[in-house]
């Protein structure tokens, strides 16, 4: 399978501050990358697709401008929650999706002060 | 969209028992089917999977079955360990393959294995 990197693995920041999360996919060219958010004893729910070269397409009821995403490379791919509220303090998953199969990166605890 | 519900949301079973989790998806496109084991703070783990022109799998001590007219498909666990106590989540997606496919997931089941 995929092998899958996110960075940072944590992070706590004070609110109104912008926090990046990096996705690496180290093994495998990923066009495309997807995001998801994970509250406690909650299922995954999808955020966004990344697109390697083109704009992310949001799920509905998913702020584009507070969750901004970069898909710069075919091996990287950036989240950024821009001005951060407690509210948003959760687990941040990335995967790719060689075939159908998806393979998830090892999330990123965001605890927003 | 698509909408996955997942039954039970806990299950407790004794070592050696057999457990089952079931899941209802609503889009008749959706094709592919996975199931993912999750230990807590770290990713999912995808420990089987099944496509829509297969009606059973199985790996070892794992099974999925998939009930397309119905539009379920379950995990059936046997023998079960204290290890295997964890979330499982069902997911179902669709389209012709390839990276593009994403993944609609169920609410998760925690799964209690007594020794």
């Known amino acids: 399978g995929a092998v899958v990197s996110q960075h940072p693995s944590r992070v706590i920041c004070k609110s109104g501050t912008s926090v990046k999360i990096e996705c690496r996919s180290l093994?495998?060219?990923?066009?495309?990358m997807f995001w998801y958010r994970q509250f406690p004893k909650q299922s995954l729910m999808l955020m966004a697709t990344?697109?390697?070269?083109?704009?992310?397409?949001?799920e509905q009821g998913v702020e584009k401008d507070k969750f901004l995403i970069n898909h710069a490379s075919l091996t990287l791919s950036t989240l950024t929650v821009t001005s951060a509220h407690p509210e948003d303090s959760s687990f941040y998953i990335c995967?790719?999706?060689?075939?159908?199969?998806?393979?998830f990166g090892p999330g990123t605890r965001l605890t927003v002060l | 969209g698509e909408n996955v519900e997942q039954h039970p949301s806990t299950l407790s079973v004794q070592e050696g028992d057999s457990a089952v989790i079931k899941c209802t998806y609503s889009?008749?496109?959706?094709?592919?089917f996975p199931w993912y084991k999750q230990e807590l703070g770290k990713r999912p783990q995808l420990i089987i999977d099944?496509?829509?022109n297969v009606g059973e799998k199985k790996d070892q001590r794992i099974a999925v079955t998939l009930n397309k007219t119905a539009k379920h498909f379950s995990l059936h666990i046997t023998e079960t360990q204290p290890e295997d106590s964890a979330v499982y989540f069902c997911?179902?997606?669709w389209g012709s393959g390839g990276a593009t496919n994403k993944l609609i997931f169920g609410t998760g089941t925690l799964l209690a294995v007594q020794p």
């Open positions: 995967s790719v999706s060689p075939y159908n199969e998806q393979f």
């Open positions: 889009d008749s496109a959706s094709n592919y």
């Open positions: 997911a179902a997606s």
């Open positions: 093994d495998f060219q990923a066009t495309t």
């Open positions: 099944i496509r829509s």
């Open positions: 990344s697109n390697e070269g083109s704009k992310a397409t949001y």
